[in-house]
Nanobody
């Protein structure tokens, strides 16, 4: 099992930036991802990174605006979000999956979840 704690959410105006952080009990040799969910909708994966960081995945809706990265020394996963839009408003979750794992495995593949951090983008 992997324990995950997100932070960094908040309120920002459209066009602004936020950086989400996810402190993990372990970060080596696991796939990690960021997901988001709004009320009444299914949780969707917005980004993923492979166990060695060499492969990444981005949903089409965030490509070119969001960047996923990991810092092994700090055992932390990040999601840099630039050019935020009102439609990015959601609860954002960090997730981890033990190998074998897929960087774009989606909700059903990731087994470990954080509690979520709220991101609100106003127009």
């Amino acid at each position: 099992q992997v324990q995950l704690v997100e932070s960094g959410g908040g309120s920002v105006e459209a066009g602004g930036s936020l950086r989400l952080s996810c402190l993990a009990s372990r970060i080596s040799r696991i796939c990690m991802g960021w997901f988001r969910q709004t009320p009444g909708k299914e949780r969707e994966q917005v980004a993923g990174i492979s166990s060695l960081g060499g492969s990444t995945y981005y949903a089409d809706s965030v490509k070119g605006r969001f960047t996923i990265s990991r810092d092994a020394a700090k055992s932390t996963l990040y999601l840099q979000m630039n050019g935020l839009k009102p439609e990015d408003t959601a609860m954002y979750y960090c997730a981890a999956d033990l190998p074998p794992c897929e960087v774009d495995g989606g909700v059903r593949s990731f087994q470990n979840w954080g509690q979520g951090t709220q991101v609100t983008v106003s127009s």
